[in-house]
Structure formats: C-alpha cells, structure tokens
T-cell receptor, first 114, second 111 residues
Framework: SAVISQKPSRDICQRGTSLTIQCQVD?????MFWYRQQPGQSLTLIAT?????????ESGFVIDKFPISRPNLTFSTLTVSNMSPEDSSIYLC???????????FGQGTRLTVV | KQEVTQIPAALSVPEGENLVLNCSFT??????LQWFRQDPGKGLTSLLL?????REQTSGRLNASLDKSSGRSTLYIAASQPGDSATYLC??????????FGKGTRLSVIA
C-alpha cells in the first residue's frame, strides 16, 4: 500500500483567492493524479502530475486555473486559482507505484468557496 | 469511450444481510478493475483490485468477481454491519490511461 498525506483536509476560501493543496507520499511512486469530486458526483480527473515536467491536463481543465507542481517522486501540489463558488468540491490526490497497479488516494481536501 | 455504470445508486439493508453491488463497463478490453469505499466528505479507500486475468479477489467479508467478457463485476459483502455504510465505487483501468469511475452505490446498513 501507500500512505498519502493530503493537506489541508478542508478549507473555506473567499472568491478570487487561490488555495494550494499538498500531497505527500511515504515512498516514491511513478504516477500521481489529481481528481475533483463535485457534490453528489463521481470523480473527474483534472490532470496527471509528471515528475520534472508539465502536468498533463484533461479536457476542460487548464494550467492557468489548476497549476500543478511535482518536484520529485513523493510530492505534488495542486493550486486552485481565482476561485469561484463553482470550484467548491472535494479535491483528491491519487498515486500508483507503477502504471496499471493498485491506485491509492489521499483523504481529500474539502473546499468551500464563499 | 469506456463507460462504467453502478446499480443500484442507493441501497438500504438491515444489519446481518448479505448483499451484492453491481458494476458494468462497456469496453471489455480492460487491464484491471478496482473497488473503493468512500465515507462522506473523505477520500477513497482501496478495497480490492482484480487484474483482467483474474476471476475474483477476497478480503475478509468482501468478495469481488470479474467477468470481463460480459463487462461485469460484483462486490459481495457478507454479514453486513452498520460500519459498512459508505459509498462504494468501482473503477476500470485500461492500461496507461486514467481510471474510469462509476458514480457509486450509496449503502446504508441499518442496525
């Protein structure tokens, strides 16, 4: 398994501000992903965080809105920029030690934008 | 495009009952299938991973089966307990692409 520490666990933010979410893994992993889960919905992939290079974003998500860093094989950050109430969701970090192996998730960040 | 469907969307059962959650997928060319549990407002906990070459996996009171050719998986929970109340998600891995998730089944086990 993988132990993932995701911070903060929850936050209430003013519209127009930005929040950076951190994901720390207890050991090196190849794959790291960021998901969004809007209220009552399933998970939607935002991007794949690539170590040492720019993240790969899914359709509908852009780097200016969701900049991602991945400086090494155990750590990544997701920033939600210029927030609006529509950004209120749970944001989840996920890892796979190697491609196509078991996926593990952090405990999520519950974001409310007011 | 792969689509994953979970039925029922919600289920309420009395404590002690055995139950089955269903997951179906449209493209049988999958690499693996994973079942997760999610408590309200929390992250996902991995329950079972079934590789495409496997038929089932077991962990404690949980048993997951996979019929790749028919595009179906089931999660069997034996002797359900109130602590099993959560949303159960299945996700399909297609190899070097992100997991595709179903919308989940919300389970309530009544004491």
């Amino acid at each position: 398994s993988a132990v993932i520490s995701q911070k903060p666990s929850r936050d209430i933010c003013q519209r127009g501000t930005s929040l950076t979410i951190q994901c720390q893994v207890d050991s090196q992993v190849t794959m790291m992903f960021w998901y969004r889960q809007q209220p009552g919905q399933s998970l939607t992939l935002i991007a794949t965080a690539n170590q040492g290079s720019e993240a790969t974003y899914e359709s509908g998500f852009v780097i200016d809105k969701f900049p991602i860093s991945r400086p090494n094989l155990t750590f990544s950050t997701l920033t939600v920029s210029n927030m609006s109430p529509e950004d209120s969701s749970i944001y989840l970090c996920s890892v796979e030690r190697q491609p196509n192996t078991e996926a593990f998730f952090g405990q999520g960040t519950r974001l409310t934008v007011v | 495009k792969q689509e994953v469907t979970q039925i029922p969307a919600a289920l309420s059962v009395p404590e002690g009952e055995n139950l089955v959650l269903n997951c179906s997928f449209t493209d049988s060319a999958i690499y693996n299938l994973q079942w997760f549990r999610q408590d309200p407002g929390k992250g996902l906990t991995s329950l079972l991973l079934i590789q495409s070459s496997q038929r089932e996996q077991t962990s404690g009171r949980l048993n997951a089966s996979l019929d790749k050719s028919s595009g179906r998986s089931t999660l069997y929970i034996a002797a359900s307990q109130p602590g099993d109340s959560a949303t159960y998600l299945c996700a399909v891995g297609e190899g070097n692409t992100p997991l595709v998730f179903g919308k989940g089944t919300r389970l309530s086990v009544i004491a």
